[in-house]
């Protein structure tokens, strides 16, 4: 069911893409400076509704924009930043208690590469709290809204920026990943996320560095803005011990050139992997049968991944314990109960399971390897279930079948994060509410430039009716 085009009252420079605001700031058509105050008027329109960009800072934005270079990448374009990382003299709280008034001095080396490349930070954008969950709440700032409907959860972690770039808040923000938290609300809201492979993209606390799991990710409201935001945030540095190279070809060059013929394998649930109601098995297939493209074939075809959800959940939950035990006990003294139990099964890992873990990582990724010889890219749900009403944390049952945590309704965003995968979330088409859904496209290793090559004339192919839009009760 396609939705009706939904109003949007906002700036008009706020309607368009960053791509052609950023044409129209290189040719002098308009100032960073003036779009700053159109990205702080819409803020001020939805935030009541959303609850989105958190913590705006209008003054250093205002700043920033004064010193933008017009022939920088993004040219003074306003962008919004996960409040994950930090960005110096700007709140920054991880969204827990412990630190809910902390401003830190400097900013991370991931935003310092966006400002120089012409991004001006114009906020900070609403996550769980300290990136744990897939529904975007806390005790600092309480809870983010779906724009398409605003009785309904936007996800998480980035449900901020899905929601923010949803509205027309900013035209390019900044997300991370490690089980769907850009995918899912991306899925949710209508917009597009990539988790690029691990390195790309630059990384995250120092902690982490060589943890593979947990990535920075670009999001945008069509495909070639998502590649954009990519080319502002890629490259090497050794800030990063896994970090790499940008590529020779911008991602937005290879993002718009011609992909030829292209082969999709189309897994409605991944062998089992997950529950998936019957709506949104509906909505994924209707989606995929509008797809009108010479050279596009699309196969029904499912990896071989045996292994993989045990596989996710013990690394995940050793990379939560190896971050808790270096965390001070007054920080981890207000951590929600759901984010606590990620903390002890990872205290309670043995050698073995760790170790088996990392077995079957590598054995899942030459399945991944074989199979991508077949195809170009792997289509299957980012989620078996669209939005809930935003009070529930995560569903309780999918389609029948129990939840045993939060993780579980999150399955199908663990291949892509395990076997260092770049997957990208696409507006499919709608469920029959009219809320937005997305499908996930699987790229193989190393393979951002052809994913978004192959997601751009899908999304050109389907034409959806999508935002900004105005947030919707």
Sequence with gaps: MAAEPLAFSGPEFCQLSARDVVALLKAGKVSSAELVEASLTRISQTSPAINAMVTPCPDRARETAAKADPDSLLAGLPIGIKDLTPVAGVRTTWGTKAFAEFIP?????????????????????????????????????????????????????????????????????????????????????????????????????????????????????????????????????????????????????????????????????????????????????????????????????????????????????????????????????????????????????????IATALTTRSQLYDSMRGFFQRYDVLACPVSGIGPLPVEIEYPPEINGIPSRDYLDWLRFAFLATVCSLPALSLPIGFDAKGMPVGVQLIGPPRGEGRLLQIARVIEESLALPLGPIDPRG
């Design 105 to 353: 001095d400097t900013s991370d080396p991931l935003v310092e590469r966006l400002e120089a490349r012409g991004g001006v930070v114009v906020g900070k954008t609403n996550t769980p709290e300290m990136g744990a969950g897939a529904n975007t709440f806390n005790a600092v700032f309480g809870m983010t809204r779906n724009p398409w409907n605003t009785a309904m959860n936007a996800a998480g972690s980035s449900g901020g920026a899905a929601a923010g770039l949803a509205t027309g808040e900013v035209w390019l923000s900044h997300g991370s990943d490690l089980g769907g938290s850009l995918r899912t609300p991306a899925s949710f809201c209508g917009i597009v996320g990539l988790r690029p492979s691990p390195g790309v993209a630059g990384g995250g606390p120092a902690k982490e560095g060589f943890d593979p799991m947990p990535v920075q990710g670009p999001m945008a409201r069509n495909v070639p803005d998502c590649a954009l935001m990519l080319d502002a945030m890629a490259g090497f540095d050794p800030v990063w011990p896994i970090s790499r190279p940008a590529p020779e070809s911008p991602y937005l060059t290879t993002c718009l050139a011609d992909p030829g013929a292209f082969r999709i394998a189309f897994s409605a649930d991944l062998d089992g992997l997950g529950p998936v109601t019957p709506e949104m098995d509906s909505a994924l297939r209707n989606g995929l049968s509008q797809i009108d493209i010479p050279g596009c074939e699309i196969v029904e075809d499912t990896p071989e991944i045996d292994g993989l959800e045990s596989c996710f959940r013990t690394l995940r939950a050793l990379g939560f314990w190896a971050g808790a035990r270096q965390t001070p006990d007054e920080v981890t003294r207000h951590f929600k109960p759901t984010l606590q139990q990620n903390i002890a099964e990872g205290r309670a890992l043995q050698v073995d399971d």
